[in-house]
């Protein structure tokens, strides 16, 4: 086999690839675990040389897999959780783990921008607002925190940057991680010198901009060695992983939303126009002249898994004897729970929360537990609580008039069956799951092939997915998640306050530690 291609997704929680050949066909996959750092409150971190070295044992599983050599593979696109924060030295090193998208350690610092910076001004110019995500409060919580690794820093980059840098020696910036660190002015999509000045930073440090289907270089000699690829293999400029995902499951029409159950929750909306609400984030479509509206909440997949990881061992065992997943054991379990668990509802900040608050110090909270409950209402509670969220962005989008057309799932969440379901009961609208969607890899892959003209449309992106039968919402239900999503949305109100107190009196107490450290 020839003319094959090949994507690389950093993600969250893995890092993962694929091999796929034109006519419509996935050749084969491979993933690695990625840990995430989280030693402090709110504090995301992960370690790039894990990345990387995720990266090259992906890609030799993956030449094994497919019985090909590096020779057989014409491009390689890689995706990536964006704006990760990664910081090189002089010889092009990392000088610490990267500082993740939802790392929520920065509240002071946020507070420093708002009192420094007009945000109807600072709005107009990149088309969002001052919140977590920005690279700004990162570098200024660094310059306060750790000011010998700022002093050190020559290179900026993003995670898919940086594994693209890796395999090529070659220094560039996608436009969406550009655009989403707060720092291009959205009118030119160009670096802006006021901006990067609020981050501490020189031009000099931020490499060009390039579109994500640009060819970035070809793979060199050293990381040839590394992962079996052919020195010379075109390498495109990147891919946003939400982008690149949302592009791999058919988000191209006007009205076209997708809600992606990964380790964190995106919400993505097509649209032909560049809007922007203060609430969301906007990105450039990988389909040039489109963009794309979106929000992503801080936590999805990762707070299920870290409420199994930790509360559920009773369940695994339970589910290792029947020979299941423990996943799909309380799924079971949760299915049989009236909507509303009985009562309890959780916000799910763990981390505090991305769009559309854009509140780092907001927190976890379980409200209505009694001594009847049990792991499954918690269980199922997290899974209402996940969709809540999602119906808060589509929310935004009916405010601002924008006609939602159909409703995608896709990702690991979304093969939960009891999951789609509240997902419809709770948005009162068809949710459809897509099937065969191996994740962003997906599209980096196809990205990077229309780079190297192996299609010639962008819609042929459909031979590599299906779409799965609607799962229909059901009136009753829906009535009683009314109700409950009103709870949702005014316990965040009502706490709003409380939450900095909590902070305070954490970093107050011996031993106690903040957000901000």
């Not at 559920?312 to 799924?331: H, W």
Request: aromatic share 8%; glycine share 10%; hydrophobic share 45%.
């Amino acid at each position: 086999m020839t003319g094959l291609l090949l994507g690389i997704d950093v993600g969250t929680t893995l890092t993962k690839g694929v091999v796929i050949e034109p006519g419509g066909r996935l050749v084969a996959e491979a993933q690695r675990p990625v840990r995430l750092h989280a030693e402090h409150p709110g504090w995301a971190e992960e370690d790039t040389e894990q990345w990387w070295a995720n990266t090259q044992e992906v890609i030799r599983e993956l030449l094994d897999r497919s019985g090909i050599d590096g020779t057989s593979i014409a491009a390689v696109g890689v995706s990536g959780m964006v704006p990760a924060l990664v910081l090189l030295d002089g010889d092009g090193r990392p000088l610490r783990r990267s500082i993740q998208q939802n790392d929520a350690r920065t509240d002071a610092e946020i507070a420093e921008l708002r009192a420094l910076v007009d945000e109807e001004w600072f709005f107009a110019r990149t088309g969002g607002s001052i919140n977590q995500q920005l690279i700004a409060p990162k570098m200024r919580w660094l310059a306060r925190h750790e000011p010998e690794v700022v002093s050190e820093a020559r290179t900026v980059l993003g995670s898919y940057d940086y594994v693209a840098f890796r395999l090529t020696g070659t220094l560039g910036i996608e436009h969406n991680w550009a655009l989403e660190s707060g720092m291009v002015d959205l009118a030119s999509a160009t670096w802006d010198d006021e901006l990067v000045a609020l981050a501490g930073l020189r031009r000099e440090q931020l490499p060009t901009v390039r579109a994500s289907h640009e060819i970035l270089g070809g793979v060199h000699a050293e990381a040839a060695v590394a992962t079996g690829l052919a020195v010379g293999t075109p390498v495109i400029a990147g891919v946003a992983d939400h982008v690149a995902s949302a592009f791999a499951a058919g988000v191209a029409e006007d009205g076209d939303l997708l809600i992606k159950f990964g380790g964190a929750g995106d919400v993505l909306y097509a649209t032909a126009d560049a809007l922007t609400d203060r609430r969301l984030f906007i990105d450039h479509h990988v389909i040039p002249g489109r963009f794309l509206l979106n929000g992503c909440m801080a936590t999805s997949g990762s707070l299920v898994a870290w409420y199994v990881d930790n509360f559920c061992a009773e369940d695994r065992s339970a589910a290792q004897a029947a020979g299941r997943t423990v996943y799909s054991y309380l799924d079971d379990r949760a299915a049989d729970l009236p909507p509303g668990s009985g009562g309890v509802v959780l916000l799910p900040y763990f981390l505090g929360e991305k769009t559309p608050l854009h509140d780092p110090l907001a927190r976890g909270t379980l409200v209505g537990l009694g001594l009847h409950h049990g792991r499954q209402h918690v269980f199922r509670a997290i899974l209402e609580a996940v969709v809540y969220g999602f119906r808060h962005h589509v929310d935004v989008l009916v405010e601002r008039g924008l006609p939602v057309r159909r409703v995608l799932a896709s990702d690991g969440g979304a093969a939960s069956d009891v999951w789609l379901q509240i997902a419809a009961d709770v948005l009162g609208r068809p949710v459809t799951r897509v099937l065969r969607h191996p994740g962003s890899s997906l599209g980096a892959a196809y990205v990077a092939g229309m780079a190297v003209g192996a299609f010639d449309r962008w819609e042929q992106i459909a031979d590599f997915v299906g779409l799965d039968r609607p799962v229909e919402p059901r009136s009753r239900q829906r009535d009683a998640y009314d109700a409950f999503y009103a709870i949702y949305r005014d316990l965040y109100r009502r706490l709003e306050e409380l939450y900095p107190r909590l902070a305070h009196a954490t970093a107050n107490a011996p031993g106690g530690r903040d957000a901000t450290f």
